[in-house]
């Protein structure tokens, strides 16, 4: 009898124990399609061909959460509710600064371009002076486009604040701009395809100025992830780089890829068409500098999110 009980009791132990090991990364991502290495490898998980789960190890599980704009999904990396998360590049940047440097890690870069200013057909809007008076919505305050549109009515000479100022930015959810435009209550929208485009082909929208170089995405972590789970943050960023190499070398693959989860996580018919038109705009980019961040902090103190010059030493993590 104690044989026996000894014998499933062994039996059990190596039943549970493996489930019991395995390791769960949570990846934050948006439903745009600047975010293309988070759109392509969500759909390979959700299809049961993780490409991140293949490159992690057998053990590894990936679970992924999509959000909005990036000062909530930089909230959730800073209350430990995701480990990494595509964003960008101002939130990351702001998380930073606020927190010493102690809190945020830079992984890698992802995409750039793929964000633009779009005005009304009609519209006779040029340079920043033209938009006093105006209203122009952005996907949320304190996002990259949110800051990106404020330091360019600041440094055209209008008076922006946060809250006010000589040009009305509305924070808006990308879903919500298009009909807010339709029906003229926005004179402007600066934000990311696939939304400059819908803005273009649903509601006449014209492109009035273009982000066509700077970084629009990039690969961020806590602190506490990137120490306490080093070897793994290792194998995500290489597996983040072949997964951008396999994009570029298969770009008709990626799109269909792109628009199937765009269809699942917004519940809304995407056209192949329109992926096509907004894959025009996006160069994608794993890697960043320094230099392009010292441009960002620039652009934040201009737009009052930053009082002060942040030391950017530890912001990029240097894997070997």
């Given at each position: ?10 039996i ?170 339709q ?13 400059v485009?819908?803005l ?33 943050t ?65 652009n ?21």
């Amino acid at each position: 009898m104690r044989a026996r009980t000894f014998l499933i009791g062994f039996i059990l132990f190596w039943v549970v124990v493996p489930s019991a090991m395995a390791e769960t990364i949570r990846v934050g991502h948006f439903p745009n399609v600047t975010h293309v290495q988070g759109l392509v490898a969500h759909h390979l998980s959700r299809t049961g061909h993780g490409w991140f789960e293949e490159r992690l190890g057998k053990d590894v599980k990936v679970e992924w959460y999509v959000y909005n704009a990036g000062p909530s999904a930089i909230e959730a990396i800073l209350a430990g509710s995701v480990d990494l998360t595509y964003v960008g590049p101002n939130p990351a940047l702001n998380a930073y600064a606020k927190s010493n440097g102690e809190e945020i890690r830079l992984l890698a870069g992802a995409a750039a371009g793929g964000a633009a200013l779009v005005v009304q057909a009609d519209s006779q809007l040029k340079q920043p002076t033209d938009f006093r008076g105006k209203t122009i919505a952005t996907p949320q305050l304190g996002n990259t486009q949110d800051i990106a549109c404020r330091a360019w009515l600041a440094n055209g000479g209008l008076k922006i604040t946060q809250t006010g100022g000589e040009a009305f930015i509305v924070p808006t959810p990308n879903p919500d701009q298009i009909s807010l435009f339709q029906q003229r209550k926005l004179d402007a929208v600066w934000t990311v395809e696939p939304w400059v485009s819908r803005l273009e082909r649903e509601a006449g929208g014209k492109v009035l100025l273009e982000q066509s170089k700077d970084s629009v995405t990039v690969l961020v972590s806590g602190v506490k992830f990137v120490k306490g789970k080093s070897e793994l943050t290792k194998k995500f960023v290489q597996a983040h780089r072949e997964l951008t190499d396999w994009i570029l070398a298969h770009p008709e693959e990626a799109k269909k890829m792109v628009l199937e989860e765009l269809s699942v996580e917004t519940q809304a018919k995407v056209s192949a068409e329109l992926i096509a038109q907004a894959w025009k705009r996006i160069m994608l980019r794993p890697d960043v500098s320094i230099e392009e961040f010292q441009q960002f902090v620039s652009n934040a103190q201009r737009a009052g999110f930053m009082r002060t010059t942040p030391d950017l030493a530890r912001l990029i993590e240097r894997l070997p």
